[in-house]
């Protein structure tokens, strides 16, 4: 498994943006799909987006399409969420997770497929 630590949450205003990064350690970054959740006091953990191994391959929720943005760099062992035009229903701790995976798709959204996961990051977004 590899081990994963978000970063670039915070507090912002509606309509603006913010980006978040999740850097992994151990085994190898390359063979792993990445995704981000996230979830809402009082609500469960859902998929916001997800990339494939090369990057290739992308999936987003209907809530964040147009407006968030998930990109990876192999060589850093990165996954990025560039948020932009952000609502209050954005409001929610955001977690980055992996699983491993043979083909270079975003196979599931389902949270229980991924074997990885960060602490997660708070991101508030004010009215």
């Known amino acids: 498994q590899v081990q994963l630590v978000e970063s670039g949450g915070g507090l912002v205003q509606a309509g603006g943006s913010l980006r978040l990064s999740c850097a992994a350690s151990g085994r190898t970054f390359r063979k792993y799909a990445l995704a981000w959740f996230r979830q809402a006091p009082g609500k469960e953990r859902e998929f916001v987006a997800g990339i494939s191994w090369s990057g290739g391959s992308t999936r987003y929720a209907d809530s964040v399409k147009g407006r968030f943005t998930i990109t990876r760099t192999n060589a850093k062992n990165t996954v990025y969420l560039q948020m932009n035009s952000l609502k209050p229903e954005d409001t929610a701790v955001y977690y980055c997770?992996?699983?491993?995976?043979?083909?270079?798709?975003?196979?599931?959204?389902?949270?229980?497929?991924?074997?990885?996961w960060g602490q997660g990051t708070q991101v508030t977004v004010s009215s």
């Open positions: 997770a992996a699983r491993q995976v043979i083909g270079d798709t975003v196979a599931t959204i389902l949270p229980d497929d991924f074997t990885s």
